[in-house]
């Protein structure tokens, strides 16, 4: 499940691989993957930062930022 938060749309592949997109031109700002294991990713983010929850119940946060 993507989030919008302000002008960036953010998704996370069920792998923990990380895309933020400039949310009105669709054009990539960055890319990173959120740990070197490709455990589930699979809960929608929420906004506080933003804050990705594994299916193991471990949460990585990532700056919702340029």
Known sequence: MPI???DL???CADTGLVT?????TGEVRF????SKRAEG???SPVSAGV???RTRGTLV???AKR
């Not at 933020?20 to 009105?24: K, L, P, Q």
């Not at 890319?31 to 959120?34: A, D, E, F, P």
């Open 4 to 6: 919008v938060v302000g």
């Open 9 to 11: 749309l953010l998704g």
């Open 20 to 24: 933020c997109f400039n949310a009105r």
């Open 31 to 34: 890319r990173t993957r959120l």
């Open 41 to 43: 990713y699979t809960a």
């Open 51 to 53: 804050l990705f929850f």
């Open 61 to 63: 946060v990532v700056a």
